[in-house]
């Protein structure tokens, strides 16, 4: 019994991630059979037989993260690789989106590395994390922004977003998926 309850916090941990990418990844994939056979383990009422279950369930999970057959992801992780996609139309990455706050998935805010106009007079900005975003609209600003202005980033309608720099009007932005070309 002493056992049972000691390995009880690890084994709360390794099911929570197992059950995490597992329900992420049952969203456009059946589960996988590590997955079932260490939820089955909950329903064995014998404690030993349960915890035996259980280590066996958590080798097989080991094992297929090992070799790459079960992916788990943390929530951290899947935050960074939200914000790192964020404008980007990759509807696989969807599943990152599970267990998280509505603001995380609808908006971001960033800070200005470099902005300039294209040939068209649209403003074309590279974020301080890289990302490209052009102005799709012709909305036009007081003051061109500058290196280090933060911006925030809304989703809008069809595929686009409004980018709000300081106190002037937001405009319609679209991240591009090439760099930003000098």
């Given at each position: 019994?002493?056992n049972?309850?000691?390995?009880?916090?690890?084994?709360?941990i390794?099911?929570?991630?197992?059950?995490?990418?597992?329900?992420?990844?049952?969203?456009t994939a059946?589960e996988p059979?590590?997955i079932?056979?260490?939820?089955?383990c909950?329903a064995?009422k014998?404690d030993?037989?349960r915890?035996?279950c259980?280590?066996?369930?958590?080798q097989?999970v080991?094992?297929?993260?090992?070799?790459g057959?079960v992916i788990?992801i943390d929530?951290?992780s899947?935050r960074?690789?939200?914000?790192?996609?964020?404008?980007?139309?990759l509807?696989?990455?969807?599943?990152?989106?599970?267990?998280?706050d509505?603001?995380?998935?609808e908006?971001l805010?960033a800070v200005i590395?470099?902005a300039?106009?294209d040939?068209?007079?649209?403003?074309?900005?590279?974020?301080?994390?890289?990302?490209?975003?052009?102005?799709?609209?012709d909305?036009?600003?007081?003051?061109?922004?500058?290196p280090?202005?933060t911006?925030?980033?809304r989703?809008?309608a069809?595929?686009?977003?409004m980018?709000k720099?300081?106190?002037?009007?937001a405009?319609?932005v679209?991240?591009s998926e090439a760099?930003?070309?000098?």
């Open positions: 019994m002493r049972t309850i000691m390995a009880r916090p690890a084994l709360a390794a099911i929570a991630l197992a059950l995490m990418a597992g329900g992420a990844l049952a969203q059946p059979d590590v079932k056979a260490l939820k089955a909950s064995i014998a030993g037989e915890l035996a259980y280590d066996k369930a958590a097989s080991t094992k297929a993260q090992e070799t057959d788990i929530k951290t899947a960074a690789a939200r914000r790192q996609a964020f404008g980007l139309n509807p696989t990455l969807s599943i990152l989106d599970r267990g998280a509505k603001a995380e998935t908006t805010q590395a470099t300039r106009m040939a068209e007079g649209r403003l074309v900005m590279t974020l301080e994390d890289g990302a490209v975003w052009r102005q799709i609209d909305q036009s600003l007081g003051k061109p922004p500058r280090g202005a911006v925030e980033i989703k809008a069809m595929g686009s977003y980018m720099i300081g106190s002037q009007p405009m319609r679209r991240r760099a930003a070309a000098r």
